[in-house]
């Protein structure tokens, strides 16, 4: 019988999507009384308060209340691991766009009005904006982060060369493209009910109980979908809350903040930029022997999610590929930008990138082909199956015959032909090829977060209401948890909704991050289900054991679910239909309803994660030598993701994954001023690929018949690892810039039109046909 | 004759309108006050799509319809239109085509952007987009979900015959009839201590001009609409010249492709299609469908920004403006206009003589993205050459100074010329004394500074077609289309 899973069911919210109907934050009308609330922001990176006037601002009408740090109730701190956020400023500002005075008005004019009416003085301090700055001054947040194997040092010492380098990587705005936003709404007895655009209700929960010296029984949390989050509202969707909630707490008022899209890109943090000092050493093979790397990343303001973030990229370094000796140190360095914070990928993308460089890199300084340098360096069998930090990467095999396989079926080796051929050829362009690999850790590495509950209530009807902790942003978890839940009770899937996540409902749950939202809470729904199933598999074995005159032997085994119905197997042409099952049960007084609990198996010191996402790409770009610009022309993904739950909404996974990594390789630029003013701003002044982007040959592919035993379904998370698989791109335009450069060619990351066309113009040859 | 409100459509509902909400953008309009939410506000300068809508407006007797940005719409530019809204697209229960494809190419995933992308999809059926341009017909709207592929596989994947057109949905009769019977009033509207003039004549706009030199005209709106730019929410007096249809005119005389100043950039594209191929692919990069389907030609003249990509092709063409005043008028070339030239009059026409036999005409422009981004360099050259020399090297670029311009000492430098490699090598040096690029967000000055050197290079390959192999010449440069 087939089941839902494995089917590719639209997305549970496609219809209201594609008609408009489907509610966001911003379109719940207002309620009665409902106060507008917006902040007045520092004007500047660094500096000290000396004054806040607030008197002009409080005379404008229907403005009804402002407030500054000293009106928090209990704390004016929160943050995920250490703290350090806050909610207004208080005696200093520690970045641009840090709110300083909390605004609650009768309308968004009179808020308008009142913010351009308050006075601040802050007498400006040097602001650290760069991580060059941090390290002068010695501005970093929390111990430096190592991970280390054998001896690098010797190693490297005895290597038969050595190669130095240094990488300047890019972080990256979410632009999701529906804002942070909140709506808080008082009760009885102090407590709030908060709607929150955020990946993370419970920490919304927590923080705001903390903030207004509630406890957490007051606070509940509502999150019905986002309009993409992409980590970034994982930890940030706690401000804009926390000011509705503050304001509701205060005048007893609905209070609504809900950030413009110009404003939210200057206020919250973004993907990490990282600096990588790196010393690989390698034989004459191109086979490494011990790497040596520092990476520094720029953490901003607060801690944030930042010391998770370096604990990734540093178990990251590694990829696809065996390091003998490893020294990797991390340090995250302070600096007066909005906290940076977690971007799908969640430091991965920084590590990856700076190993498949240094792919690059040996390829070119040995004169070999990158491709094969990869392979040779890749996971193997036995002791080279072994990652720095010690866990073991199963299957040994699987990432060089994934490799193969990608190579043939993309026609690797006749394309880099073509490729040197057209590069001797063009005067004008110059073309690149490159395969990289994905190795993808799934779980948080705290490891306690790796844990989900989940309710599922069946109704007399037989129809299924599954609520998790596990938020949809669009990455189609409701559809695959419905087609789970569906399959372990043998429903139709329009029998099951997954409804919105409550802290009401589902209590103390870890942010849907990570890739884990389905293997978690999918785990914990199933779990559910079965328990609901078990017990109706005992009341139906004693009813159709009546009906049908024949004893009671296994229950579980001995019914059916599928199909809408229950039925006794040895007596299939007996069927109650699910519903009335249900009906019966409940008339029984048997429960129909079941919370239950998951948390992933095996997770320890040596095993940080649960097990691998695995992947590769092969990418093709097109460089104008007279202007940068670079064309994508042709991208191969395959991909091993377990056994799909919903095929389509694991290739959306993938298709937009790339893109969006693709983005943050090429076009996304950030810029600030040396004042710590963010210049790429606002959308208009931020490049995320449009449809004219798009590879015009992208194949993307699954491997046939790959299995994952130990986790749900069968399936595997893949969620971030397909943003890694973008990198190809990068390195494709290193490769391609190596035919017409004097050296290794110095690229940094993005490779925007204006970082190739510098690249060139320091180490290019004069356009005229590449003899390499 | 004179009106004291609007009147248009929405979803096929009849909306007379005056009073303050009038000058509101019609994105917050529908959202607010006609609890019509799908159409999403996202980044409220008309650079996501997310707002996106369909207006229909007359042209034949009939009502066409394009995808514009809300956000970008004051509801005093709506007067005559149909608005269709994401709401408006399924009707009884009925998905249209569009949104049935959509569905099928599982082409969401948050869904934020989508209403936007419906509406853009349903414009390129109502246009019968080729499959070739659907992607350039959608590059307005951004997702940051799918990766755009499940959407333009939802496009590829209508079947002609299964669309029903909105002539079908909403039957334009009555709606024509009703604009018919309203379109030669003038509009004129007071309320909450402001003003706004739409005329429905060239007359009575200079009228009104000359009785409100303060008056902030407004045109198509894309950069006065754009925040925090409060030129159009704080303007006492606006004059709006979307409803004068002699403004619209375009076509060509003789050598002449004569712009109406309130020609949308979308006209001026078809136009360019026959009679001046090299300029329509330039004007599809120039800005994106949603943008080229309101913004004017006299809009983007007036507005003079040092990045117009309008400008470089106008300046070496030697296009001319024509302003016209109370019973005057003059005509001035483009490149000599500055803002105090409209102190009598407006902008009505622009005539652009078209390349002759002889003279070749190349464009490029780079941009930070491919599609749907402003410019940091664009550059025209127009070249007459004979014997194998440079007769004569028209050379204008944008992003490199304060204003658009001309390169008279590099033209000078090159004529006479070989035309060769090594002149335009040569030409380089001069042309960098010639311009003052500065770095912004979108640029330094050293990148600006190398790509207009390396304009002169661009062009020269752009005219020897055995320097370049078939498939370099298809990345990036505009100069396939020669």
């Avoid at chain 1, 039925?567 to 042409?573: F, S, T």
Wanted: aromatic share 6%.
């Amino acid at each position: 019988m087939a089941g839902a899973v494995g089917q590719s069911l639209p997305h549970d919210s496609l219809r209201g999507h594609v008609i408009g109907r489907s509610v966001f934050l911003a379109d719940v009308p207002p309620v009665q009384g409902e106060l507008t609330v917006d902040t007045a922001c520092s004007p500047v990176a660094h500096g000290a308060i000396t004054g806040i006037d607030l008197e002009d601002a409080r005379r404008v009408p229907g403005i009804v209340g402002l407030y500054t740090a000293a009106d928090v109730p209990r704390t004016n701190y929160f943050g995920p691991i250490v703290g350090d956020d806050r909610l207004l400023a208080e005696g200093d500002v520690l970045y641009q766009g840090e709110p300083v005075v909390l605004i609650a008005g009768e309308t968004p004019e009179a808020v308008r009005e009142a913010r351009k009416r308050i006075r601040f003085e802050i007498s400006p301090l040097t602001p650290i904006t760069t991580i060059d700055a941090a390290i002068a001054a010695g501005s970093f947040l929390g111990p430096q982060r190592e991970v280390r194997r054998g001896d690098a040092e010797g190693a490297l010492r005895d290597a038969e060369n050595v190669l130095q380098g240094r990488m300047e990587i890019g972080g990256q705005e979410h632009l999701y493209l529906e804002s942070q936003g909140a709506i808080a709404y008082p009760g009885e007895d102090g407590q709030l009910v908060i709607h929150a655009s955020t990946q993370n209700t419970t920490e919304i929960q927590d923080v705001v109980a903390e903030v207004l010296g509630l406890g957490q029984h007051q606070v509940v949390c509502i999150c019905k979908r986002m309009g993409g989050a992409f980590g970034g509202k994982e930890t940030q969707a706690a401000l804009p809350a926390l000011m509705a909630a503050l304001v509701a707490h205060k005048t007893g008022r609905a209070a609504r903040c809900l950030y413009g899209k110009a404003d939210d890109m200057r206020r919250t943090g973004k993907r990490h930029p990282y600096r990588a000092e790196y010393e690989v050493g390698f034989t004459g093979e191109g086979v490494i022997s011990a790497l040596k790397a520092a990476f520094y990343s720029d953490g901003g303001a607060t801690t944030d999610l930042s010391p998770g973030i370096m604990d990734r990229t540093l178990f990251h370094v590694d990829n696809a590929y065996f390091l003998p000796h490893v020294a990797l140190t991390g340090r995250i360095c302070r600096t007066h930008l909005p906290s940076n914070t977690a971007f799908r990928g969640f430091g991965g993308p920084q590590g990856v990138a700076v190993v498949e460089n240094i792919m690059e890199e040996i390829a070119q300084t040995l004169g070999l082909d990158a491709f094969e340098v990869r392979r040779r360096n890749c996971y193997g069998a036995g002791a080279r199956s072994v990652t720095p930090y010690g866990q073991t990467v199963p299957d040994g095999g699987a990432l060089p015959a994934l490799f193969q396989r990608l190579a043939g079926t993309a026609e690797y080796l006749s394309r880099r032909e073509s490729v040197a051929a057209f590069n001797a050829r063009s005067r004008t362009h110059v073309r690149g090829l490159s395969m990289t690999l994905v190795k993808f850790g799934i779980s948080f590495t705290s490891t306690f977060l790796n844990q989900a509950n989940a309710l599922v209530n069946v109704y007399k009807d037989g129809t299924v209401q599954v609520s998790t902790g596990g938020a949809e942003m669009g990455q189609g978890l409701n559809t695959k948890i419905k087609q789970l839940v569906a399959d372990e009770l043998g429903v139709l899937p329009d029998g099951v909704r997954v409804m919105p996540v409550s802290t009401e409902k589902n209590n103390n749950t870890p942010p849907t991050a990570a890739s884990a939202g389905t293997d978690l809470n999918g785990s914990a729904a199933v779990l559910a289900a079965a328990a609901i199933r078990r017990r109706l598999a005992r009341f139906a074995a004693d009813l159709l054991a009546q009906e049908n005159g024949l004893p009671v032997q296994d229950p579980a085994a001995q019914i059916a679910f599928a199909e809408g119905c229950v039925y006794d197997r040895r007596a299939p042409e007996r069927q109650i239909p699910f519903g009335e099952l249900a009906h019966r049960a409940h008339r029984e007084r048997i429960d129909l309803g079941e919370r239950n609990f998951y948390k992933t198996p095996g997770l320890g010191k040596d095993r940080p994660f649960f097990y691998y996402t695995l992947g590769g790409a092969l990418a093709e770009v097109c460089i104008d030598r007279l202007t940068g610009e670079m064309a994508v022309e042709r991208v191969d993904i395959l991909m091993d993701i377990g056994r799909s739950i919903n095929p389509a909404i694991d290739r959306g996974q993938l298709l937009g994954g790339f893109v969006q990594g693709m983005g943050w390789v090429t076009t996304e630029k950030l810029k600030y001023g040396e004042d710590g003013t963010l210049l790429s701003w606002p959308v208009s002044g931020y490049k995320i690929p449009s449809v004219l982007d798009l590879p015009p040959v992208f194949n993307v592919a699954f491997v046939e018949g790959a299995e994952n035993p130990e986790n749900v379904a069968s399936s595997k998370a893949v969620g971030e690892p397909p943003l890694l698989l973008a990198i190809s791109v990068w390195t494709a335009a290193k490769n391609a810039l190596s035919f017409v450069c004097d050296g290794v060619p110095r690229l940094n990351l993005p490779a925007t039109g204006e970082e190739i066309l510098l690249c060139l113009h320091r180490q290019g040859r004069k356009t005229g046909g590449g003899d390499a | 004759m004179t009106r004291d409100h609007i009147l248009f459509y929405i979803n096929g509902q009849r909306i007379q309108l005056a009073g303050p909400l009038v000058f509101r953008r019609l994105s917050e309009f529908l959202r607010d006050e006609r609890r019509l939410p799908g159409t999403k506000i996202v980044c409220a300068e008309g650079a996501c799509g997310s707002c996106s809508v369909l207006k229909g407006e007359m042209q034949d007797g009939a009502l066409r319809y394009r995808a514009v940005n809300s956000c970008l719409q004051s509801l005093f530019q709506l007067d005559g239109s149909h608005v269709v809204t994401v709401e408006g697209l399924a009707q009884g229960g009925t998905f249209s085509a569009v949104q049935d494809a959509m569905i099928a190419a599982h082409g969401a995933q948050c869904g934020y952007c989508t209403p936007g992308f419906v509406v853009a999809l349903t414009a390129a059926q109502e246009q019968g987009v080729t499959a070739e341009d659907l992607p350039e017909s959608l590059s307005d709207n951004l997702c940051r979900c799918t990766g755009y592929l499940p959407i333009l596989e939802a496009g590829r994947g209508i079947k002609g015959d299964a669309y029903r057109p909105l002539a079908q949905s909403y039957p334009p009769g009555v709606m024509t009839a009703d604009f018919g019977a309203h379109r030669n009033a003038d509009v004129e509207i007071a309320a909450g201590g402001r003003t706004v003039f739409a005329p429905a004549t060239l007359e009575r706009a200079i009228q009104v001009k000359r009785a409100h030199p303060e008056a902030v005209i407004v045109s198509g709106a894309t950069e006065l609409a754009v925040p925090p730019s409060a030129t159009l929410d704080d303007g006492r007096v606006l004059l709006s010249l979307g409803r004068i249809a002699e403004l619209s005119e375009v076509r060509r005389d003789g050598d002449t492709l004569i712009l109406g100043a309130g020609a949308t950039w979308t006209q001026v594209e078809t136009a360019a299609r026959t009679h001046c191929p090299e300029l329509a692919p330039f004007l599809r990069r120039f800005a994106a469908p949603q943008l080229r389907n309101v913004g004017t030609v006299a809009g983007s003249i007036v507005h003079g920004s040092a990045i117009a990509d309008s400008l470089p092709p106008l300046f070496v063409l030697e296009a001319t403006l024509e302003l016209t005043g109370a019973g005057s008028r003059r005509l001035a070339p483009v490149r000599e206009f500055s803002p105090s030239a409209l102190a009598g009059g407006l902008v009505s026409r622009v005539f652009v003589p078209l390349p002759r036999l002889g003279q070749t005409l190349r464009l490029f422009k780079v941009s930070g993205r491919r599609g749907f981004d402003r410019s940091v360099v664009s550059a025209a050259f127009l070249l007459e050459a004979g014997g194998g020399r440079i007769q004569t090297l028209r050379v204008a670029l944008s992003g490199v100074g304060p204003r658009v311009m001309r390169l008279p000492r590099t033209e000078e430098f090159l004529q006479g010329l070989p035309l060769e490699e090594d002149a335009l090598c040569a030409a380089q040096e001069p042309l960098r004394a010639e311009i003052a690029p500065v770095s912004d967000g979108r640029g330094s000055a050293e990148y600006r500074g190398l790509l207009a050197e390396n304009m002169l290079l661009k062009f020269f390959h752009s005219l020897d077609a055995h320097s370049l192999d078939a498939h370099g010449q298809s990345a990036h440069g505009l100069e396939g289309s020669a």
